[in-house]
């Protein structure tokens, strides 16, 4: 293979070689090269390394800008709360911008945040929240009840869909003077401490139309909210940067900025985190998380998500460019045998994570626990010849080891899966084999999220279309059961809603459980809908996932785990208390060498590497010439 821009010396027999050719001999030009070669590597080193040791002499300003630097795997896709869907947008929705209520790391109980306290009379119907004193935006400008009432009032008016899961029910919010705001609902509202709403200027979001702002409003930086950070600087795909607020009502948070850095290659997060450049970082790979538990230097979590990772169908009753099998519950239910949950946890997840069964994630909830668990005579497990069966009993034969259709023709489906989850490739692998053994065949897509998003809210003519058959994607929901219950609703086909599955029964109980404000009475509620849900098969829940992050605990401290002992310190939308709390650590935060000031010092030691060359090379010449002689 050719050489680009290298030339082959001619040979003996070239023209040009010869005497009549000569000039100084080769090793007198070489020996004359690296001479030069020093010499300007000398003047490199005597400029450049006084200036670099007498910055290694001085010690560190007091006031040097303390920055946390945190490493992610999915992108921050919209700084508009409207608009943006990823778990790190959320994330960064709750740093800059407060909610009404927020929740106690320790337990994730219901906690004050905008709001220091509340109370409802006996109806259940009308809520009163308090809201601080003395607040104001980071434009300056005072934040009272009013933007609450116009926060809540501007999604409902709207039919905000991002957040009208959480506003369901609410038939105004008033705010009779500065301090109190007044939510009357229709019925009374099991979630309404669990909703996850950035409360929004007035003086700026009263400005934008709200269709602009529900389809293309960019929200550029500096956004304008109370929360501990703001947002002063967004560049996609590549990281988005947080200077603290020095006003926030809970105390200043004790970094002076927060840069969430993007990555499209998890090993190379890993690395970057192992060498300084960056403190912590989450969607760590399982073959990298091994060796970062055992590093004393780094706290290495493996928590419990609050989601899981789905097999999902396009089930939609309407226009659809999915195949039409899949609006069969009994097909897909049938898929539910056919897949070998124990083996995905072991050879995708590498163990970390726990096999999926129902929609409310196992090992999380507490008290109480939302997890319905199927019994024994109705669970799934791996069983492909009762998928078979399942399947002929359904009215769907098999010819020649193919499944056919009720026409007749054998069945081919579409398999996308993208970057959420992370494993997604691994997993899809594994799918396409095991409905291949029951006869399916599946072409396989491996894409962006954003390409998969276009497919499964695919529009023809400005009508919702889904264009897909099968996708592997994940969910991760909030505290309250509320939102992962929502997203199954007809009103939510479009929007939140990937597989366009519904049922009258289940909005029915959703509707329900809404309204029972007793955790008992409404888990009776929620695991009836799990039930609807587990028989039909809109989604066959693959996993559990295990959340791998790792934090540098030999230059910080003040990382708080939320839930105690088993959540996320660095990614969770609901807590936001390792940003306020963690600090370096005393006389671990000596600064960074950049590349730039390295220069000198790498000038110097390549130019005393030219220096030894040069001896070498006299010395052996003359002791050929003397051995010549």
Sequence with gaps: MPLTGFTEAPSAG?????????????????????????????????????????????????????????GLVNAVDNLNPFIGYSTPSYLVYHLNYSQLTGYEAADVTPAPDLAESWSHDASGKVWTFK?????????????????????????????????????????????????????TCSKPKANILGMVVPILPEHIWSK?????????????????????????????????RLAANPGYFLGRPKIDELILEEYTNPDTMVQDLRSGAIDACWGIPEAQFEPLSQDPGFQAIDYVVKGYDELGFNCYAGPSLGSPVLKDWKFRQALQWAIDQNTLVS?????????GSTIMV????????????PPADVAYSFDPAKATRAMA?????????????????PIALRLFACEAPAQGQRIGKLLVGWLEAIGIDVKFTYMTEGAMNEYLYNEKDGVFTPNMDLFVYNWTGDVDPDFMLSIFLKSQIGDWSDCAWWSPQYDELYSEQAATIDPAQRKTLIDEMQQIVYEQSPYVIL??????????????????????????????????????????????MAPKKSAAALLPIVLGAAALVVIVVIVVFVRRSRGRVEEQG
């Design 131 to 183: 809201i601080r004193s003395g607040v104001t935006w980071q434009d300056g400008r005072p934040c009272t009840a009013r933007d609450v009432a116009f926060t809540y009032t501007y999604i409902i008016k709207n039919q905000m869909s991002a957040f009208t899961s959480y506003t369901a029910g609410i038939e105004k919010v008033e705010a009779p003077d500065d301090a109190t705001a007044v939510f």
């Design 393 to 409: 009993a359904a009215g769907y034969k098999t010819d020649g080891g193919k499944l056919l259709d009720k026409r007749g023709k």
């Design 362 to 373: 196992q090992g999380f909830y507490r008290d109480p626990d939302w997890h319905w668990t």
């Design 347 to 355: 050879i995708a997840y590498s163990g970390y994570a726990t096999p």
């Design 14 to 70: 070239d023209a040009g070689a010869g005497p009549a050719a000569r000039g100084p001999s080769g090793a007198r030009l070489l020996l004359l090269a690296l001479l030069a070669t020093a010499a300007v590597l000398a003047a490199g080193l005597s400029v450049g390394l006084a200036g670099a040791l007498a910055g290694d002499s001085a010690s560190p300003s007091p006031a040097a800008k303390v920055t946390l630097r945190v």
């Design 543 to 588: 996993a559990y996932p295990k959340g791998l992050e790792a934090e540098n605990t030999s230059r910080w401290e003040g990382w708080v785990q939320s839930p105690s002992g088993t959540g996320s310190a660095i990614f969770s939308v609901d807590n936001t208390a390792s940003y306020l709390f963690v600090h370096p650590k005393a006389g671990a």
């Design 208 to 240: 934008i139309d709200p269709k602009t702002a529900g389809q293309s409003f960019q929200n550029k930086p500096p956004l304008v909210g109370t929360g501990p950070f703001q947002v002063v600087e967004f560049k996609r795909g590549e990281y988005t």
